[in-house]
């Protein structure tokens, strides 16, 4: 089936320890998406991909940054990871930007800064 | 800018009852409304979407939602809840190229 996988599904990592996530996709869609969801709030976009366009929110922190090396990978790098950034972290992909079009989410990377 | 309200945090309903969660969007025009599922731990699961057209959509596990353009609504309804639709329910709007806006969530428990 085609899918939108994350891995790890658990990271703990040290305060100020550099952590990467990664997302792969076999959807084959132009759009990739990382987005940050604290507990018990509603996800929060951090920036996406169109094609190798990178795109980012004007609010996200400049410690996030992203790379998708190819069609189906993208990654989420915390260079310095803070208390306040333990979070799931959901990983979702659509065909394209257009308003219509659906996003597929990954099952999330849940965080743990210690 | 576009925003949506859900504004009930959490409800409990018994199994069998029926279910409505609210969802309340502002922007000046119609725009994308989806529905999302989140089981405990995991990624978002899409429901169903209005776009245009029939305003009663047809989504996935039984659910359905009306879109009422004169109350800015898009209420979620099932007209008989399941223990396994205990669950986190996203509301979520998209207006042109802007990001996907989601309301903040409401939570569903089901009671025997």
């Known amino acids: 089936d085609a899918m939108v996988i994350q891995n790890p599904r658990y990271q703990v990592t040290q305060f100020g320890k550099p952590v990467t996530l990664s997302c792969s996709q076999t959807?084959?869609?132009?759009?990739m998406y990382w987005y940050q969801q604290k507990s018990s709030q509603a996800p929060k976009l951090l920036f996406h991909?169109?094609?190798?366009?990178?795109?980012n929110e004007a609010d996200t922190p400049d410690n996030f940054q992203s790379r998708r090396p190819n069609t189906s990978f993208c990654f989420l790098d915390i260079r310095s990871p803070g208390l306040g950034d333990t979070a799931m972290y959901l990983c979702?992909?659509?065909?394209?930007?257009?308003?219509?079009?659906?996003?597929?989410f990954g099952p999330g990377t849940r965080l743990t800064v210690l | 800018a576009q925003s949506v309200t859900q504004p009930d945090i959490h409800i409990t309903v018994s199994e069998g009852a029926s279910l409505e969660l609210r969802c309340n969007y502002s922007?000046?025009?119609?725009?994308?409304l989806f529905w999302y599922v989140q089981s405990p731990g995991q990624g978002l699961q899409l429901l169903l979407k209005?776009?245009?057209?029939?305003?009663l959509v047809q989504g996935i596990k039984g659910f359905e939602a009306e879109f009422k353009r004169s109350q800015s609504s898009f209420n979620l309804r099932k007209p008989s809840v399941h223990w396994s639709d205990a669950a986190e329910y996203f509301c979520?709007?998209?207006?042109?190229?802007?990001?996907?806006?989601f309301g903040k969530g409401t939570r569903l428990s089901v009671i025997a």
């Open positions: 979520a709007v998209r207006a042109g190229n802007t990001p996907l806006v």
């Open positions: 922007y000046g025009a119609t725009p994308y």
């Open positions: 991909y169109y094609d190798k366009d990178f795109n």
């Open positions: 979702a992909t659509s065909r394209d930007r257009g308003q219509g079009n659906e996003q597929f």
């Open positions: 959807l084959n869609h132009n759009v």
């Open positions: 209005y776009f245009s057209g029939d305003t």
